[in-house]
């Protein structure tokens, strides 16, 4: 597990949302392919050899579309990981980065379409339970952290 001081998180944030938002790209892919294949799948019949045929080669063009459009997205989900970031919910865009806060470990939380790292959550909780960065102080106790705006 890697930690994070806040600075080293923001300084990776731009890498981090581009491959976030290539991974919501790819899931998107993934999710299409599916779909495309349960419609093919109610819409067609075979009715002869030929339409037996044209379906088994019909379902292995959309496996192999599938099992590519999988791994692009576990390739990008790799690269992400090899940085330390943890994807949370690739729908919502949500990374936690390991810190290291008086001895406990605690997440840094960030979401797409935020700046910077402006909030935190217990490392046993999760996003519903994310408090901002400000708020970090009083709830561990010892440590100021950082302030908004500064």
């Excluded at 890697?2 to 600075?7: N, S």
Aim: aromatic share 8%; glycine share 6%.
């Amino acid at each position: 597990m890697q930690y994070f001081t806040i600075d080293e998180a923001e300084k990776i944030l731009p890498t981090v949302n581009k491959q976030v938002r290539k991974l919501q790209q790819l899931r998107e892919n993934v999710a299409k392919v599916v779909l495309n294949q349960q419609v093919f799948q109610h819409a067609v019949r075979a009715t002869n050899e030929d339409g037996f045929v044209f379906l088994v080669k019909a379902d292995i063009e959309t496996n192999l579309a599938f099992h590519k459009a999988c791994h692009a997205y576990y390739k990008e989900l790799q690269t992400l990981c090899q940085i330390g970031a943890v994807l949370k919910d690739v729908e919502r865009g949500v990374v936690d980065f390991y810190h290291k806060l008086n001895g406990r470990d605690i997440c840094l939380c960030w979401q797409v379409g935020e700046n910077s790292i402006s909030h935190w959550h217990e490392s046993s909780a999760g996003y519903s339970k994310r408090k901002k960065l400000v708020n970090l102080d009083k709830a561990i106790g010892a440590e100021i952290v950082r302030k908004l705006g500064t």
